[in-house]
């Protein structure tokens, strides 16, 4: 590495403060500068930080966006989903290879470009979709690939990641289209950039969290875990300082949800997150970006500097002398572990995205081992709307157990791809009717770690105690082979698991084996049963949660559609190709006499 380059280092580590806990920033601005993380440049960050370099190298293995190695100045990730699948995603990759003279997975010996498949990029609706330099491509068919690749070649672009967003060359269907069609009262109606920070003042912060907890709102990432209460005990934990996490780093395939709420309602988010750094006695929010949605840097950093001038982040803010709060965003690397609250942690002190063991719990300790509330996106702006019109307004939708609305992302066949608000309770027939699926054969709900709903189980209603979802809602129609798509999930998990445990690191990759022999016909009844009981054993003995519902897809599915797995077995029972006495020919010659029969 020349003086030159490690100067440019050092003087990137200085940028942040030569702060151990930013390393995901250092690390992502060399990456973005010199096309990659070599040996050297991890030394110079090392020095830089003063700790050893493997915790360095380490953590920039961990990520499937940073690169150790020189790649090509162009990086083409295809996203490959059912969906992308469904939608055309392997003709637009054959359409690639083509004009590109590659293979996916290899770079062009000018080391122009690399082409490779990535897992899902949060645009369900508008697949096939890629990532080129960070530039989020929607839509794709083969016909744009020629126009994308001479834009490419044209440009010089020397491509990287963000945080520094490209400035390429405008390359055909780099748009992401708005996603909301059909807003329910979370999302209508007037509203300002601080109503609920206004509304919020003119309580004391423990009438917040009351007003939070009469308004029974669960968390709407997934598990649904009671947001005052969590709010409560992160408010009454003891610490130097208090901090406030949006986790932004949806990564479950079909979900795009909190991508739209990012993109045409950041104000709303913002506010919901002020609310709760007013509640909780915090100073510091953090909004966790999965990589993917890099494209959105710009924006959200424009709203936040404004929020700044309006008076509504930073110091003294509405004029309440004391009140100070401000929000960073903080950049993923692609990692679908990283949606697991505790491995965000991990993640946002500059770490490898391993999940914690638990206890302590982040609400006792969490960011820089403070007390810490994390949230989804939509809980944000939930909190937001709850204080600004009060619980029984938020209660009156929903269900006595399941209090709002909930965000859909809904993609697959269906006329009507989308975001959907819709109340606790609606069926998934209903859902159905909505989105121009009546043929629907079969549908995956909260996305591979969920549940595979059956025709005969479309009267379930979606709410917590019945059908619980974090929004991913995936349908496939009658000519989908519902068995290929576990198979693919399975392969999702093979590939996203962080290896920290024998049983999902093992597991995953045995349970896609498994899949494998069943697709292919060459299952027997008991090879079926292992696997069944293998997805038990993964799902009871794994670490975190991603082990614990990486096999759901192959177990809900063999529930919901037994049929099916039986359709697949073998046609005809196990024959040996070799006799039990051609097998034993050498020992009896070797001992001179015949086995001896045994009585029954």
Not at 40 to 69: C, K, N, P, R, T
Not at 528 to 541: G, H, Q
């Amino acid at each position: 590495m020349s003086s030159n380059s490690t100067a440019t280092i050092e003087s990137i580590v200085q940028e942040f403060g030569a702060d151990r806990s930013r390393l995901m920033d250092i690390v992502l601005a060399v990456q973005h500068r010199f096309g990659h993380v070599g040996g050297d440049a991890i030394q110079a960050i090392a020095a830089g930080l003063g700790i050893h370099a493997v915790e360095i190298e380490d953590m920039v293995s961990f990520y499937a966006f940073f690169d150790l190695e020189q790649r090509g100045r162009n990086r083409i990730r295809l996203s490959k989903t059912p969906i992308s699948i469904m939608k055309g995603a392997k003709e637009v990759a054959r359409a690639f290879e083509g004009a590109l003279g590659i293979s996916l997975g290899q770079t062009s010996a000018d080391g122009a470009f690399t082409l490779e498949w990535t897992s899902d990029i949060g645009m369900a609706d508008q697949e096939p979709a890629a990532l080129i330099n960070g530039m989020i491509v929607t839509a794709l068919t083969p016909g744009d690939v020629p126009q994308i690749v001479d834009a490419l070649r044209q440009s010089g672009q020397a491509g990287g990641l963000p945080p520094y967003p490209p400035h390429a060359a405008a390359l055909p269907k780099a748009k992401v289209a708005s996603s909301l069609v059909h807003a329910g009262p979370l999302l209508t109606g007037p509203r300002g950039a601080a109503d609920g920070i206004t509304a919020a003042l003119a309580r004391s912060p423990e009438k917040v969290i009351e007003e939070i907890t009469s308004a029974k709102l669960r968390g709407r990432g997934g598990a649904g875990f009671p947001t005052g209460m969590k709010w409560r005990l992160t408010r009454k934990a003891v610490g130097q300082e208090h901090y406030v996490v949006c986790n932004a780093d949806e990564g479950e395939p079909g979900t795009f949800k909190d991508r739209m709420l990012l993109s045409d309602f950041p104000d709303l988010v913002f506010d919901g997150m002020t609310v709760a750094g007013y509640a909780l006695g915090a100073r510091h929010g953090l909004v966790y970006l999965r990589g993917e949605y890099a494209y959105l840097w710009e924006k959200l950093q424009e709203v936040l500097s404004n929020r700044r001038r309006l008076g509504l982040l930073g110091d003294g803010i509405c004029g309440r002398d004391g009140f100070d709060f401000d929000i960073r965003l903080q950049l993923g690397a692609g990692a679908y572990i990283c949606g697991e609250e505790s491995a965000l942690l991990e993640s946002l002190e500059g770490k490898r995205g391993a999940p914690r063991d638990r206890p302590p719990f982040p609400t006792e300790r969490g960011y820089l081992k403070q007390p810490t509330a994390i949230d989804n996106v939509e809980t944000y702006i939930c909190a937001a709307r709850i204080v600004e019109k009060g619980a029984a307004w938020f209660t009156s939708f929903g269900t006595r157990e399941s209090t709002g609305t909930k965000l859909m992302s809904v993609s697959g066949d269906c006329a009507r791809p989308g975001v959907y608000e819709l109340p606790f309770g609606t069926t998934v027939n209903e859902l159905l009717d909505l989105v121009g699926a009546a043929d629907a054969a079969y549908v995956q709900m909260s996305g591979p770690s969920g549940q595979a709903v059956a025709p005969k189980d479309f009267g379930r209603r979606i709410a917590y105690e019945d059908l619980s979802t974090g929004g991913s809602t995936m349908i496939f129609g009658p000519r989908r082979d519902v068995l290929d798509i576990a198979l693919q999930f399975a392969d999702f998990f093979v590939d996203e698991s962080c290896g920290w445990c024998t049983p999902c690191r093992v597991g995953t990759t045995l349970l896609k084996q498994g899949m494998e022999k069943i697709v292919a016909g060459r299952a027997t009844l008991s090879d079926i049963a292992a696997t069944e009981a293998l997805a038990d054993t993964v799902s009871r003995m794994s670490r975190c949660g991603l082990g614990q519902t990486a096999p759901n897809p192959i177990l809900t599915t063999m529930r919901s559609f037994p049929e099916l797995y039986e359709a697949r077995l073998a046609p005809d029972a196990f024959t040996p190709l070799v006799t039990l006495h051609d097998a034993l020919r050498d020992a009896v010659l070797v001992q001179g006499r015949e086995p001896v029969p045994q009585e029954a």
